[in-house]
């Protein structure tokens, strides 16, 4: 009976045990398969990542490719008027660049200046206004002026009347000692008739007749005498009046003119007006660059009251190292760049050394001259300067160079676009290193073309935008 019990309870045991074993299968095969998976899952991910960056690899490669080369339509390239040089070996000229500092060139300057001391009653110009040589500038109210006036006056009154003097002296009614020895001779003179005719008749002495000569010949001489010394007399000393007259009015106007007073020869003025005012006229044309006072102001003689510069020329003042100063020699050629003048460039030349050195930069002065067209550069403005300076070398190096309109800015690149002879129509685009100036125009290029090359000179900027142009559209 108990055996019978227990063999049931045994096999219900094992039926469980079993189970649980099978249960620890499945789990730990479950568990293996899991972690397989996971390993395998990233390995495919990456292979599948590597295909697609090879794929894009090879678009960006293709983009860039099209990126750096440009394909103008027959018509386009007509259209452009693209010119095209090839790339030649230059001598290599070495430049010194400086800055320098823009300032009037005082062969063109000139200071307007008070000659008599009074007041500004007003001031017709202000700072940077363009004037002719003799616009009125400012009006000054001198007492000194009104005085001129006044014996400018008293001047044309003697000499009115010295001209009415001489007039009267040379009137032969006016002068009765002349008159009266006429009165005589013609006298004498009918009597000496009068006696002739008697003595012809025979009814008259010699005597008489010798006696109406001698009265005749001594009126006659009385009245030569009357006629002409003392007419001569008078006239000289009214003549002498006139031209002493005439002489001081002049000097007058002169001295009035010395100070900028308008006055005639033939006009007089007018006194009723006020004639203290002088204007103050400009000595040249130019701009006005200083302006040193203001309506109101009391002024002394000889003070300057304007400044006028003609900008047509200007003066660089550069600022040449110690070390550096032994190449450069007057007549030296000398190019100005400046921020306002953008790619142009204004050429001159050395006119001036300064033989001292300022003590706290150890630099010289060295002064250039140079047209300045349309008034460009401004006084006091920065500007870079480079200096041509001769080899010193006999041989001198060579280098490649191309004109400076072949050279483009395109963001952070400097580029040039060649021309490809085996397909017309296309340019590559080309990243160039470029080093100093060359001369007639041409930069000298360190690396990124090779001699014989051609590249795009005139038209160059049309490329350029239309590559800007394909960016923007791709951009989008």
Do not use: C
Request: hydrophobic fraction near 40%; aromatic fraction near 4%; avoid cysteine.
């Amino acid at each position: 009976m108990n055996q019978q019990t227990i063999n049931p309870i045994n096999n219900k045991q094992l039926n469980v045990g079993g189970i649980i074993t099978l249960v620890i299968i499945g789990l730990v095969t479950g568990a293996i398969v899991l972690v397989i998976w996971t390993y395998k899952k990233p390995a495919l991910s990456a292979s599948s990542s590597s295909e697609k960056h090879e794929e894009k690899s090879t678009e960006h490669s293709e983009h860039e490719e099209n990126k750096n080369e440009i394909e103008l339509t027959p018509e386009t390239l007509t259209a452009a008027n693209i010119q095209i040089v090839e790339v030649t070996e230059q001598e290599m000229a070495t430049t010194l660049k400086v800055t320098g500092t823009v300032e009037a060139n005082q062969m063109n300057s000139q200071q307007a200046s008070a000659l008599v001391s009074g007041r500004v009653e007003k001031v017709h110009v202000v700072l940077g206004d363009y004037v002719k040589a003799g616009s009125v500038l400012a009006m000054i109210a001198s007492p000194q002026i009104a005085q001129m006036h006044g014996k400018m006056h008293e001047a044309e009154t003697k000499l009115a009347l010295a001209q009415r003097n001489l007039q009267r002296v040379e009137k032969a009614e006016n002068r009765v000692a002349v008159l009266s020895a006429k009165a005589k001779l013609d006298e004498a003179e009918t009597t000496l008739r009068r006696v002739k005719k008697l003595v012809e008749l025979q009814a008259g002495a010699g005597k008489d007749l010798i006696a109406a000569e001698t009265t005749y010949q001594t009126t006659k001489a009385e009245y030569e005498f009357q006629s002409n010394i003392a007419l001569n007399r008078e006239i000289a000393e009214a003549k002498a009046e006139l031209a002493t007259a005439e002489v001081e009015l002049s000097h007058i106007r002169d001295e009035m003119r010395a100070y900028g007073v308008n006055a005639p020869e033939e006009e007089h003025v007018d006194h009723k007006k006020d004639t203290a005012l002088i204007p103050l006229r400009a000595p040249i044309s130019g701009s006005i660059v200083e302006r040193m006072i203001n309506a109101g102001a009391g002024i002394e003689v000889g003070k300057a009251i304007f400044t006028i510069a003609n900008l047509s020329t200007v003066w660089v003042i550069a600022n040449v190292p110690e070390s550096q100063v032994s190449q450069i020699e007057l007549g030296s050629k000398a190019e100005v760049k400046a921020a306002i003048l953008g790619t142009e460039k204004l050429a001159g030349k050395v006119t001036y050394l300064d033989p001292r050195l300022n003590e706290e930069t150890r630099a010289a002065k060295v002064r250039i001259e140079l047209s300045n067209p349309k008034n460009k550069l401004n006084l006091g403005m920065f500007v870079e300067v480079n200096f041509l300076v001769a080899s010193a070398n006999t041989f001198k190096e060579k280098g490649l160079a191309i004109p400076e309109e072949a050279i483009q800015r395109i963001e952070q690149r400097t580029v040039v676009f060649v021309s490809k002879s085996d397909k017309p129509g296309h340019f590559e685009v080309r990243k160039v290193e470029i080093g100093d100036e060359a001369s007639n125009g041409y930069q000298h290029v360190i690396s990124g073309l090779e001699k014989g090359e051609k590249v795009v000179t005139k038209g160059s900027f049309a490329l350029k935008t239309q590559l800007m142009k394909g960016e923007l559209e791709e951009g989008d």
